[in-house]
């Protein structure tokens, strides 16, 4: 089996109090995940913490040394993110479990497996994509898969692509990298809604500018919505940009099922985001994929998704990548559309706002 899954039970030792959405529950979903997927055979191994020097390529020393200072201690950062007297050596075990992820898929750390085509999902918590450089938010304590992209270009990997589509904005990955050309973030998000970022003209800036690609959803947005500007957009822009590797911050909060926004993505919407994915990284980039985990706050849904996440990593290379980007118009039938059902006025409304914005850095808009 090709996709790898890296956790630890010990993300069950960041606590948070009572009623929080990022609970402890969440950590045994991933858990049992990971077991039932060893128990099939899939291979399942132990992160390590994050070095001082590791963070600190994404963030401020002294934003270090004050979540260092937690350390032993419950605390309150801001009115949704907390600390408990284990969550800084956990928080360092997340950003760890996505440098080991990477560090699989890239062939830095090699395993016994008779494939040369790896994918990894880290599945961690807490989740990463808002924090920011000296900043903890929105449950976030150090930036996991910001800590990921910089472990790559320390590599030498110089073409990495970010793909968030957890449903709120990853701002804290989006500035990381905001003027730099060698990562590509794209995200599709609610919008607005927290954490207030993410509108299509936040593009980047200085050399960075065109490889920041903001994709915002009103609230409702469903399957074929997204499925649409994946086919119009994003998958256009990935292939045009040739990452030699590509990173997801694999948020499931957007389902239908979930209590903290207004999306109405379905298991199975997820599963043909994932494919999309899946086939831009056969492409690309010899298939090199690691996904971390962001949002999903309905257990039993976050454990559907995750299953069906690790499903899709292991299936066979399809024979050939999604069909090119269709206009608004001519969506709604043919293959992927009819399974999932067509877009409402939200998909296209989207893609127009995105190609307005975007068409002058990308030939394939």
Request: with cysteine; proline share 6%.
């Amino acid at each position: 089996m090709s996709a790898i899954v890296v956790t630890s039970d010990r993300f069950a030792d960041h606590l948070m109090p009572p009623g929080h959405s990022e609970r402890v529950e969440r950590a045994e979903v991933m858990q049992v995940v990971a077991s039932r997927w060893a128990e099939r055979g899939g291979r399942v191994i132990e992160p390590r913490s994050a070095t001082r020097e590791e963070v600190g390529r994404v963030h401020a020393s002294g934003y270090i040394d004050a979540i260092a200072a937690t350390a032993g201690r419950a605390t309150m950062l801001d009115p949704d993110t907390y600390t408990s007297p284990e969550s800084y050596d956990v928080a360092l075990l997340a950003a760890g479990a996505a440098i080991v992820a990477t560090d699989t898929v890239l062939g830095v750390r090699r395993l016994p497996l008779d494939t040369s085509r790896l994918r990894a999902f880290a599945l961690v918590r807490p989740p990463g994509h808002h924090a920011e450089r000296d900043r903890a938010m929105g449950f976030c304590l150090f930036n996991n898969i910001a800590v990921a992209a910089a472990q790559a270009l320390s590599l030498g990997i110089d073409r990495i692509a970010i793909v968030d589509y957890d449903v709120h904005h990853g701002n804290g990955t989006q500035w990381t990298f905001y003027e730099d050309p060698r990562v590509l973030y794209i995200s599709t998000h609610q919008y607005p809604f927290y954490p207030g970022t993410g509108a299509a003209g936040e593009a980047g800036a200085g050399s960075g500018e065109g490889f920041t690609v903001n994709v915002p959803l009103r609230a409702g947005a469903t399957d074929g919505d997204y499925d649409l500007v994946f086919r119009s957009v994003i998958v256009p822009v990935l292939h045009e940009f040739k990452p030699q590797l590509l990173l997801v911050s694999a948020g499931f909060d957007g389902h239908e099922r979930d209590p903290l926004a207004g999306m109405r993505l379905s298991t199975a919407g997820y599963a043909v985001l994932n494919r999309h994915l899946s086939a831009v990284a056969d492409a690309t980039c010899q298939g090199r994929m690691v996904l971390v985990l962001e949002g999903g706050y309905a257990l039993p849904t976050l454990a559907e998704c995750l299953e069906t996440t690790l499903e899709i990593l292991d299936e066979e290379r399809p024979s050939s990548p999604p069909s090119a980007a269709r206009a608004p118009e001519e969506v709604g039938g043919g293959e992927g559309a009819g399974a999932i059902g067509a877009p409402t006025d939200r998909g296209p409304e989207a893609v127009e706002l995105v190609r307005a914005v975007q068409k002058p850095y990308w030939r394939a808009l």
